[in-house]
């Protein structure tokens, strides 16, 4: 694995799910033998699905785009299903539960689910909660995601409408309702004496939202988080990497180096929040070398602390599910080091914010 934790972007999980009944030879891991129910099978395949913002969302000198990277499901980790008769307002199939193996996910459904009349509306998520709670006639359930089942990067399916007595194949098609975020950081230092003299020690991200619910509709296929229940501290980088000089030297930042592409970087999964002035922040500390302006030198400085505080950078200060934000850094030490006192003080540094698909 590396040190990229998650990628993620507006692109789709496909699985296409064949029914069969089960047969005396059929050696499923995981799936008891039952005479009342049938098996089916989910294969799963990723598609790339990239939905660009227009250029005139500028905000704050950068542009914000989406971006698309190939991710996975974790195959130790079961995906739920749920099935409702729409027309009845019956809940056919109550957070069903999908497991791995030899390549793809199984599940076993009642063999009298194949005698309903009604169209069956199906809707499956990801990773599998222990309970659900419905609403509105069971058109709408509700997921309570976990901190741990963030860090697993949830997924909710797009709803599809079968007649049982038909059925032959079910088509999911999963897409992400978390945020993947990531960072870049470079010196944009623009006088050449103080350049190349920043060593990033750590960064973090704070207050990172990390569990909540999930509502999913299933008549309409869509959903909306309710709440957040829980937030943490992300620590992105600990060690000892010297910046690069200018945009064009701009890094990925990884668990312990600074890295040039994004499969290499740390990533992690947040739940959607909405952004709250003086809430939610990135920290970054950092040592300058010592150095020599007109024969005099200068002390080196270490534990050097800079926040930005993130309200006012997203458009709305809304997080949208289901899209990656790579933050761009940039530390000027004309803001810390004068040419008058050369005494230091903690700023602001400039932000940049955008994902260029042309790299992936």
């Known amino acids: 694995m590396s040190l990229r934790k998650h990628l993620l972007g507006p692109f789709c999980l496909?699985?296409?799910a064949s029914v069969f009944s089960c047969s005396p030879e059929l050696d499923t891991p995981n799936l008891s033998r039952?005479?009342?129910?049938?098996e089916v099978s989910f294969p799963v395949s990723v598609t790339r699905e990239g939905e660009t913002i227009p250029e005139a969302a500028i905000t704050r000198g950068g542009r914000v785009d989406s971006a698309e990277k190939i991710a996975t499901m974790n195959s130790s980790i079961p995906a739920g299903l749920v099935g409702v008769d729409?027309?009845?307002?019956?809940?056919?199939?109550?957070?069903?539960?999908l497991l791995y193996s030899d390549g793809m996910y199984h599940g076993l459904l009642e063999r009298g689910?194949?005698?309903?009349?009604?169209?069956?509306?199906?809707?499956?998520y990801y990773p599998h909660v222990s309970s659900l709670s419905y609403g509105d006639e069971y058109k709408t359930y509700s997921i309570p995601f976990s901190s741990a089942d963030t860090e697993a990067g949830p997924l909710v399916s797009k709803t599809i409408q079968c007649a049982m007595d038909r059925l032959n194949m079910i088509p999911l098609e999963f897409q992400h309702i978390t945020n993947d975020i990531g960072f870049k950081i470079c010196d944009v230092t623009a006088d050449p004496k103080l350049q190349g003299l920043i060593h990033l020690k750590k960064l973090t991200a704070v207050r990172v939202a990390s569990a909540g619910v999930f509502?999913?509709?299933i008549e309409y296929g869509k959903g909306f988080w309710h709440r957040r229940?829980?937030?943490r501290d992300e620590v992105v980088f600990e060690g000892d990497a010297v910046l690069g000089v200018g945009m064009e030297n701009e890094m990925f930042v990884g668990r312990d180096a600074l890295v040039p592409h994004m499969s290499e970087s740390f990533r992690f999964y947040a739940v959607p929040d909405e952004l709250e002035m003086g809430k939610q922040y990135v920290e970054v500390c950092f040592d300058v070398d010592p150095f020599t302006v007109e024969g005099y030198t200068y002390k080196a400085l270490k534990d050097q602390k800079l926040k930005y505080m993130l309200y006012g950078v997203l458009p709305d200060n809304v997080m949208v599910y289901g899209r990656q934000y790579t933050f761009h850094l940039g530390i000027d030490l004309g803001k810390i080091y004068h040419s008058v006192n050369f005494t230091a003080s903690a700023s602001d540094w400039e932000t940049k914010i955008f994902e260029n698909n042309d790299e992936f």
């Open 86 to 97: 729409i027309e009845t307002g019956a809940l056919i199939l109550d957070n069903g539960q």
């Open 215 to 217: 509502v999913n509709d």
């Open 229 to 231: 229940s829980y937030y």
């Open 14 to 16: 496909i699985a296409m």
């Open 34 to 38: 039952d005479a009342s129910k049938k």
């Open 113 to 124: 689910l194949w005698d309903v009349p009604n169209i069956i509306t199906f809707s499956a």
